[in-house]
């Protein structure tokens, strides 16, 4: 009989949580394909003077939503988010840490209170079965549903970040960091 440890458990957990991360990077990234698509063909078609499908507009709305939902978590892992360095060009490097520390500990408990509210609303919608009328009737809970996953997850990388102690903001204007 073979005893697995904790470690191995919380190894795939991690790998799991990896690979959904990267899937929704590769999600959104295929949506910007799909919307550039989508427009390309609807003036197109307008300009060709035939009536175009309301069905492209609903999808480029929904897409607009859904893409930083799911590029979001990538792009907190890759540093990619932007900030203002002003502030943390003028203090030295202990100052610079406990500002990112500060920064990082805010970040986590923004994301925690948007996904806890962000699920709030994708049950209310849920349980209320509620529809997002458009050129088609789409439960609400679908759409809404992305706002929860992706802020935990920011949270998530975040928090890893903070744990770690890891600067998640990137060199100061281009310099090396210590």
């Not at 903070?162 to 998640?168: A, I, K, Q, T």
Request: aromatic share 12%.
């Amino acid at each position: 009989m073979k005893i697995t440890t904790g470690s191995s458990s919380f190894s795939r957990l991690f790998r799991g949580y990896d690979a959904l991360l990267y899937a929704m990077a590769w999600c959104a990234g295929l949506l910007i394909v799909a919307m550039m698509g989508v427009i390309t063909i609807d003036v197109v078609v307008r300009n060709l003077g035939y009536q175009s499908s309301a069905h492209f507009f609903t999808f480029t709305e929904y897409a607009l939503l859904i893409v930083p939902c799911l590029g979001g978590p990538w792009l907190v892992r890759e540093k990619g988010h932007i900030y203002v360095e002003i502030l943390l060009m003028y203090l030295g490097p202990r100052g610079r840490a406990a500002l990112r520390l500060a920064i990082g500990t805010v970040c986590v408990v923004v994301c925690a209170v948007l996904a806890w509210y962000g699920l709030q609303v994708t049950l209310q919608d849920y349980f209320g079965n509620e529809k997002d009328v458009r050129s088609l009737d789409m439960p609400r809970w679908i759409i809404v549903g992305f706002v929860p996953l992706s802020f935990a997850m920011m949270g998530l990388e975040f928090l890893r970040f903070v744990l770690r102690r890891e600067n998640f903001l990137g060199s100061l204007a281009g310099q090396a960091e210590e």
